[in-house]
């Protein structure tokens, strides 16, 4: 890229922030009030930040279709190609928290910071968590296995216990205490983006998070968020410095890409396939390097200035795709949390009842699908299918939530 072509995508000088008129109403980018959610503070609003929330929420939802299978081989190369591809969805959203988070710091107030994230997170977490744990303590099992013979405090502090960590639904719930806890901690990356000399720690961090690991199934909280948090930095930094940051990034965006795919390669070859998760931080039990954490960094760095070039290019594009984007990015919370309740409460049982068979096997039975058996990515194409009718089945579930909620859908379901 050269400077001239850096220039017209990333230009040096911001533009000036809209003025309001004289009624005080927001001003208007494009369609949007300047007062949504991921405005910046100097009144402009950054489409592709937006819809790479869109894509983030498609690869958090993509991954956990995984679990509709039992591999037949779960070590075979494709299969360990396949979860590296998908998982590590949250990193993306780290990464886009921390990059809005740096922006809109320059009038942060930390206790309407902290209301608003009560009202539009923590609100649709323990309202969502609800039917979970009733039904657990119905059927006697997650966190209120074997719970006959419970007083009413263990039952209730069970399910404080099970909010706290997120083990109640710990797919896909880990992540709001993680996220939470991080919320809290605003004023301290809050000093850390005044210090921006601190931000030259990051490659060490990010090493040292690749080799801390997640805790396994989750059950460590601290651990998770120590995980996560240099990620958070990363997005924090990016925003900082995003015109040099981005300049650099499209001008070797090749190399980028190319570094990307390594750890996918390093992934496979290891043995390991996906996010690795262990006991304590640091053991390697399971894998010493979490090779899809480094590939998902990289990835997210390249996906964002490819998304800020195509803005850039073509700023009002109405393309099918940028408009999907857009639509993802809005529903993206309310799919979050629901989309393991299509699964589990949906998908599964519906799948059963009509074919008495899981819904990864049911696709088996479809006279399309069995042109496929013999091919040698047969797991692949039955994954897409399932992944499909999932990411689809939930985009309508949450659009008619939304849409039934109504102006009380943010507080519910987050969207």
Excluded at 122 to 140: A, D, K, R, T, W
Excluded at 355 to 365: D, K, M, V
Aim: with cysteine.
């Amino acid at each position: 890229m050269t400077d001239r072509n850096v220039e017209r995508y990333f230009p040096a000088t911001p533009p000036a922030p809209p003025r309001r008129s004289d009624s005080d109403r927001p001003a208007l980018q494009g369609n949007r009030p300047v007062s949504d959610v991921t405005v910046l503070s100097r009144g402009m609003f950054l489409e592709y930040i937006h819809r790479f929330r869109g894509i983030a929420i498609l690869l958090v939802v993509v991954s956990h279709a995984k679990l509709f299978f039992v591999w037949p081989d779960p070590s075979a190369a494709s299969v360990r190609l396949l979860l590296s591809l998908i998982e590590g969805g949250t990193v993306p959203f780290l990464f886009i928290a921390g990059f809005l988070f740096q922006h809109l710091s320059r009038r942060f107030d930390y206790w309407r910071y902290l209301r608003t994230k009560a009202k539009f997170v923590l609100l649709p977490y323990l309202l969502g968590s609800l039917p979970v744990l009733v039904h657990s303590y119905i059927h006697g099992y997650g966190v209120y296995l074997g719970h006959d013979g419970w007083s009413w405090w263990r039952v209730f502090g069970m399910a404080a216990h099970g909010l706290v960590t997120g083990q109640h639904m710990f797919i896909p719930f880990w992540f709001i205490p993680t996220i939470l806890i991080i919320y809290f901690l605003a004023p301290v990356f809050l000093a850390i983006d005044r210090r921006p000399k601190l931000y030259w720690s990051l490659p060490v961090l990010l090493v040292a998070a690749s080799l801390m690991h997640l805790s396994t199934l989750y059950l460590n909280v601290w651990q998770d968020t120590a995980n996560m948090i240099p990620v958070y930095l990363l997005g924090m930094a990016v925003s900082r410095f995003r015109e040099p940051a981005l300049a650099a990034i499209g001008k070797y965006w090749h190399l980028l890409l190319i570094a990307a795919i390594a750890p996918i390669v390093a992934d496979v070859l290891s043995g390991q396939g996906g996010r690795v998760q262990s006991a304590l931080p640091f053991s390697t039990e399971h894998g010493m390097v979490d090779f899809t954490y480094l590939q998902k960094i990289l990835l997210s760095l390249w996906v964002l200035q490819f998304l800020a070039r195509r803005e850039a290019s073509a700023p009002a594009s109405t393309s099918f795709w940028w408009r999907a984007a857009d639509r993802l990015a809005n529903l993206s919370f309310g799919m979050f949390f629901l989309h393991m309740y299509v699964k589990g409460y949906l998908l599964d049982p519906l799948a059963k009842r009509v074919s008495h068979l899981p819904l990864a096997r049911w696709f088996y039975h479809l006279p399309l699908a069995r042109r496929f058996y013999h091919l040698p990515l047969a797991n692949w194409l039955q994954f897409l299918a399932v992944s499909a009718v999932f990411f689809l089945v939930t985009l309508l579930v949450v659009s008619l939530a939304k849409w039934a909620a109504g102006k009380y859908s943010r507080y519910l379901i987050g969207c």
